[in-house]
């Protein structure tokens, strides 16, 4: 009878260790939350300008001259450290378009942090506070119109817009539709994954992360924002030198939903534009 009952607690201990072990990875009765992580690796070098009306040379010359001026002067600086330091990012508003007025009109996509995006009725971002100096300096009004990424430059080049100002990639195809000021940022295409995932953790460079990607077939997924540098890395892009990959694709209206599905388990992979990739992952992993 002892023996039995010793046999029988023994048991019950057992039982008690394995509900124990699967209650691991679980808070308060909620499952593990999944997250995501950029892999610390440059893909790609690239300068962001912003896209002028071709039938405007003025605005061309005027806007080189002021991007000249902010960098020299510590504006950009200070700007960006409002996103990158411990500044804080300011508001722009947008005036209502009326041709009656002096107004610079301003193609964007506010869904690219930390360059534009919206909080509430206003604008944020790098570009946006970057458009309301230049309007200032220009002795205008601003108007922002958002827009989908791949409908930015070519609004311009309807002449609905005098510029684009959209994290844009310095770009030939792009120049069919707009003339690109100076370069004012330099930029970089970023891998982010499942934080789960350890298949790039051992990754130094480009070569190494491409290595990887260059062995998947079509069963991986990889998405990214429609009409960006990194569609065009994964689909391949002669003109850049972009090989692309054998991996299905998907394309997204911003990063945010790229990132989102890849959570979610529609993806694989997500491939962005490096400062939105951290500040997107960052903002969801915090919401999960």
Sequence with gaps: MKSFKKTAALVLALLMVCASLAACGKKDGKKEKKTAKVIDVKLTEEEYAFGIDKDQPELLQKTNEFI???????????????????GEP?????????????????????????????????????????????ADY???????????????????????CDIAMAGLTIKPEREEYVTFTDSYYKASQKL??????????????????EAILKSKDSKTKIGYQNGTTGQFYVEGDEGWGFEGFKTSTT????????????????????IIDEAPADFITKSINEKQ
């Design 138 to 160: 220009l002795g205008m009004e601003l108007v922002i119109s958002d827009m989908d990424f791949d409908a930015v430059c070519l609004s311009v080049g309807q002449h609905k």
């Design 68 to 86: 000249k001026q902010i960098m020299s002067d510590g504006t950009f600086d200070t700007i960006c450290n409002k996103y990158f330091g411990d």
């Design 251 to 270: 394309g997204y209206r911003n990063g945010s939903l790229a990132v989102q599905d890849l959570l979610n388990g529609n993806v694989d992979y997500v």
């Design 90 to 134: 300011s508001a722009v508003k947008s005036a209502a378009l009326d041709t009656s007025k002096d107004q610079l009109v301003v193609a964007t996509n506010a869904a690219f942090e930390p360059f534009e995006y919206v909080k509430g009725d206003s604008y944020y971002g790098i570009d946006m506070e970057i458009a309301k100096a230049l």
């Design 192 to 209: 982010i994954v499942p934080s789960s995932n350890t298949e790039f953790d051992n990754c130094t460079d480009a070569a190494s992360v």
